[in-house]
Nanobody, 120 residues
Framework: QVRLVESGGGSVQAGGSLRLSCAASGSIRSINVMGWHRRAPGKQRELVADFASGGYTNYADSVKGRFTISRDNVKNTVYLQMNTLKPEDTAVYYC??????????????WGQGTQVTVSS
């Protein structure tokens, strides 16, 4: 089994910054894709940023230039540095990883979510 543990959410005023962390643990052979999604109140879940296969990064247009995703491959951890936060960034942020497990299966995992609230 693979577990994703998130940390770093909280409340901040507009223009502020937060840093999210997500650590993957368990039977991991390799991590194919890892990143962050979010679900705002009344909206569908959307991709925020991720590392895709081949090491490419993807960002939602709404966060480009403000958010930066980074990773520590040794720790199987991904980070999301969020700067110049806006009220519309308020959402529950979920870590997601597509993992090849020690048994050779490829499964999609989600963290429990961490709340980010940006006040104006």
């Amino acid at each position: 089994q693979v577990r994703l543990v998130e940390s770093g959410g909280g409340s901040v005023q507009a223009g502020g910054s937060l840093r999210l962390s997500c650590a993957a643990s368990g039977s991991i052979r390799s991590i194919n894709v890892m990143g962050w999604h979010r679900r705002a109140p009344g909206k569908q879940r959307e991709l925020v940023a991720d590392f895709a296969s081949g090491g490419y990064t993807n960002y939602a247009d709404s966060v480009k230039g403000r958010f930066t995703i980074s990773r520590d491959n040794v720790k199987n951890t991904v980070y999301l540095q969020m700067n110049t936060l806006k009220p519309e960034d308020t959402a529950v942020y979920y870590c997601n990883a597509l993992v090849t497990t020690g048994w050779g299966t490829k499964n999609d995992y989600w963290g429990q979510g961490t709340q980010v609230t940006v006040s104006s």
